[in-house]
């Protein structure tokens, strides 16, 4: 079967660094996103990797390994604003999205 | 309108009663998609479109069923709504395929009782 795997829960201080992880077992692999979501609203998109290595957006970066089947999140500089689920999707061979279940990042002051 | 927007925000549902949810974009989009987002699991595809004149079914279709008329419009049917039903729903859409970035509608919260 096909598998993405995320902490359910991690937590963090205002102003600190956070890295969520993501590992995933699918049916091939064209590409793996990161979306935010806050409670109650829509997610929306932060990044996208397809190829190795690590992607840099201002605070945030996301890194990839196809080999590992692994990849992360990096969120520097945290903000209060930061609080929110965040999913990491796959795209399989069918060109399917694969959802994880979502990391509930809190900040805390 | 504004990119992607889903009717109704929310809705409490009777047992066995027929419920269209509606989505609409303005974005020109190829690619439509429903999903359900369950607590703690990720979000399920439930039907998606990959341009208009087109449907495919994803993870979860069994009691729903949707139509693209046109490129605009994506809705969701549930022919006789059960309590597993119960969920929030966001329609999706993005440019081409599932490798472009998805716009998400702000979701439809549904209580089936």
């Known amino acids: 079967g096909q598998n993405i795997d995320q902490p359910t829960e991690m937590t963090a201080t205002e102003g600190a660094i956070v890295q969520i992880n993501c590992t995933y077992q699918?049916?091939?692999?064209?590409?793996l996103f990161w979306y935010q979501q806050h409670a109650g609203e829509a997610p929306t998109f932060l990044s996208y990797n397809v190829l190795d290595g690590l992607e840099e957006k201002g605070r945030f970066s996301s890194f990839l390994s196809r080999s590992k089947g692994y990849s992360y999140l990096l969120l520097k500089e945290l903000q209060m604003k930061d609080s929110a689920s965040y999913l990491c999707a796959v795209i399989d061979s069918n060109y399917q999205l694969i959802w994880g279940a979502g990391t509930k990042l809190i900040i805390k002051p | 309108i504004a990119g992607i927007t889903q009717a109704p925000t929310s809705q409490i549902l009777a047992a066995g009663r027929r419920m269209t949810l509606r989505c609409t974009q303005d974005m020109r989009h190829n690619a439509m998609y429903w999903y359900r987002q369950d607590l703690g699991l990720g979000l399920r595809l439930i039907h998606y479109?990959?341009?208009?004149?087109?449907?495919g079914k994803g993870e979860v279709p069994d009691g729903y069923s949707v139509s693209r008329a046109n490129t605009d419009d994506f809705p969701l049917t549930l022919a006789s709504a059960v309590p597993s039903q119960t969920s929030v729903y966001f329609c999706a859409s993005s440019r081409q395929g599932s490798n472009t970035e998805a716009f998400f509608g702000q979701g439809t919260r549904l209580t089936v009782v």
């Open positions: 479109s990959n341009t208009a004149g087109t449907t």
């Open positions: 699918t049916s091939g692999f064209n590409g």
